[in-house]
């Protein structure tokens, strides 16, 4: 192995790995139990496993159809159309969550009228944090579906329709089972991402024990007062994250 | 040895009226031993307008120093100061968030109290809720934000309606006392608690309703020059300005209370 590459390859290697290994040799171990039993704890785990759960379900309905239109049709303008809908993908969360505000708030664009008209304040809420949740996530579901859509062969979809499936059948009964790992992984990703989401959350949702605050909105408070609490927060999510990628291994590990 | 340098940077900067330690160097310095450099003070987010301010008029008076200004949250300031950061003056939004750093001994001499502040309620414009008084927090039909009790305006807001007999019912608890007034700018809750400060800061983005302190004394800003200050004479230099007559003169504008207020 040249130099060059190697010595790089090794820098990196710590870079990725240390601060994790830090967070194991300085977590609270002794404690850890009886930390991880604290109410407010299993209430924060247990609105970051719902919120991503159905911030996945979100991304999957509507981000599935999406990445079948970019990647199977001929739609004018697909191409902006697909810059445009990963613009959340390296947009600051935090200008997300903003965004959201100025759309979805009492006095956003479409929420000033959904509060005068029906009553409903969508900010502080649940499903506040779902909706910050899927716009942050979305975008990793429809690139990972749509790069198995590409790399999908066409010819079955065409010999189902010659057999006389419509589009939709074909969809539903040849091309989604196809593409059912890349869905899949998009899913896992897409959860991931949906279960560490801080910035855009705390912008849009608030945070509010129970209600909107979620695993990452906890370690951050934690750190005010208790940094024991947050690092023992912190191995939580560091765990979910570990089962994610063991749930990836097949993809990205190379193991096939 | 640190007062007389002390007393050398106030008289340097005429404002050796203030000095707290008047000692026989008093009478010493000229212009031209002024402190020179860079002086880096870690302030609370709270101090923004009137810090950055006064930074201007010191270095006005001491050509050669520089103040750099790094605000942000007392707790995160307090942990940086902790961790050796290179700073020389750290000034926090609580006498609880300087207590870790009392108690590594990283401070050069006591810590003085160089302002108070008390809370208050901010309303959007036009006041949408017609919130009246402390009472309307405990109403359930109106969005409320406060700051999480985890953080010192938190930690002051429980007191203060405890005191008033305020049951609150607050729709989210806030990482800090910004992110509360910035939900009241924007319009998504009809009442945060704040400081004043925070409403003098905002102008006329926001108005004010007065929330009764109920006997609870209001937060004390303590200010500290650091053991380990890279620029001693610098530090001393920014942190005379403040207790100096323009300092509480700026501090005051600002919506902070004297340092000696009682509640």
Same mark, same amino acid.
């Given at each position: ?13 710590? !870079? ?13 171990? @002794? ?108 975008? !990793? ?49 897409? !959860? ?58 097949? @993809? ?5 | 040895?640190?007062?007389? #340098? ?16 008047? =000692? ?7 212009? *031209? &031993? ?14 923004? /307008? ?23 949250? %007392? ?18 939004? %609580? ?6 750093? #009392? ?5 050069? =001499? ?7 502040? /008390? #809370? ?6 036009? *006041? ?6 402390? =009472? ?23 007191? $203060? ?9 607050? &729709? ?11 939900? $009241? ?7 945060? $608690?704040?400081?004043? %400060? &925070?409403?003098?800061?905002?102008? &006329?983005?926001? /108005? ?19 053991? =380990? ?21 700026? #501090? ?12």
């Amino acid at each position: 192995m040249p130099l060059l590459l190697s010595v790089p390859a090794a820098v990196a290697v710590a !870079f990725l790995l240390l601060p994790l290994l830090a967070l194991l040799v300085r977590a609270p171990w @002794r404690s850890l139990p009886g930390l991880l039993a604290d109410p407010l704890v299993v209430e924060a785990l247990r609105l970051s496993l719902l919120t991503a759960t159905l911030a996945t379900g979100v991304c999957l309905l509507l981000g599935v159809p999406l990445a079948w239109v970019l990647a199977r049709t001929e739609l004018p303008g697909r191409r902006l159309l697909r810059a445009l809908v990963t613009v959340p993908l390296v947009l600051p969360p935090v200008v997300g969550g903003v965004a959201l505000l100025l759309l979805l708030g009492r006095r956003g664009l479409l929420g000033g009228p959904l509060l005068d008209t029906f009553g409903v304040s969508l900010p502080f809420t649940t499903t506040a944090v779902v909706l910050a949740e899927a716009f942050v996530a979305m975008p !990793f579901l429809v690139v990972s579906v749509e790069g198995a859509l590409r790399t999908a062969d066409r010819r079955f979809e065409d010999a189902a329709a010659t057999l006389g499936a419509d589009r939709l059948t074909a969809f539903r009964r040849v091309t989604l089972p196809m593409v059912a790992p890349g869905v899949a992984a998009g899913a896992v990703l897409c !959860f991931a991402r949906a279960l560490g989401e801080f910035g855009a959350t705390i912008t849009f949702a608030g945070s509010f024990p129970g209600v909107t605050r979620t695993m990452p909105l906890a370690v951050y408070l934690a750190l005010e007062t208790d940094p024991e609490a947050a690092v023992a927060l912190s191995l939580v999510l560091l765990g979910v994250s570990v089962l994610v990628l063991l749930a990836l291994r097949r @993809r990205w590990t190379g193991a096939v | 040895m640190r007062a007389v #340098l002390a007393a050398v940077a106030l008289t340097a900067t005429g404002l050796a009226g203030c000095a707290t330690d008047p =000692g026989p160097a008093t009478t010493a310095a000229t212009g *031209n &031993d002024g402190p020179t450099g860079t002086v880096v003070v870690l302030a609370a987010a709270s101090l923004t /307008e009137p810090f950055t301010r006064l930074a201007s008029e010191v270095e006005a008076t001491n050509p050669g120093l520089t103040v750099v200004l790094s605000f942000a949250g %007392s707790s995160a300031l307090a942990q940086q100061a902790l961790a050796g950061a290179p700073a020389d003056v750290l000034v926090t939004a %609580s006498e609880a968030t300087m207590e870790p750093v #009392l108690a590594a001994d990283v401070v050069a =001499g006591e810590p003085v109290v160089v302002a108070t502040n /008390e #809370l208050t309620i901010a309303v959007p414009p036009g *006041n949408p809720g017609h919130v009246r008084g402390a =009472g309307d927090l405990a109403d359930g039909d109106l969005a409320v934000a406060l700051c999480a009790p985890q953080v010192p305006c938190g930690a002051l807001a429980r007191d $203060v309606l405890a005191a008033d007999g305020v049951a609150a019912a607050p &729709d989210t608890l806030e990482q800090d006392v910004k992110a509360v007034l910035a939900k $009241v700018r924007l319009g998504e809750v009809d009442a945060g $608690v704040v400081y004043r %400060s &925070d409403v003098v800061a905002a102008g &006329d983005a926001v /108005e004010h309703v007065d929330l009764p302190a109920g006997g609870v004394a209001p937060t004390r800003y303590p200010m500290a020059v650091l053991a =380990g200050a890279p620029n001693p004479d610098g530090a001393e230099a920014f942190a005379g300005a403040v207790r100096s007559m323009q300092g509480r003169e700026a #501090l005051s504008a600002a919506g902070f209370g004297p340092a000696d207020a009682v509640p």
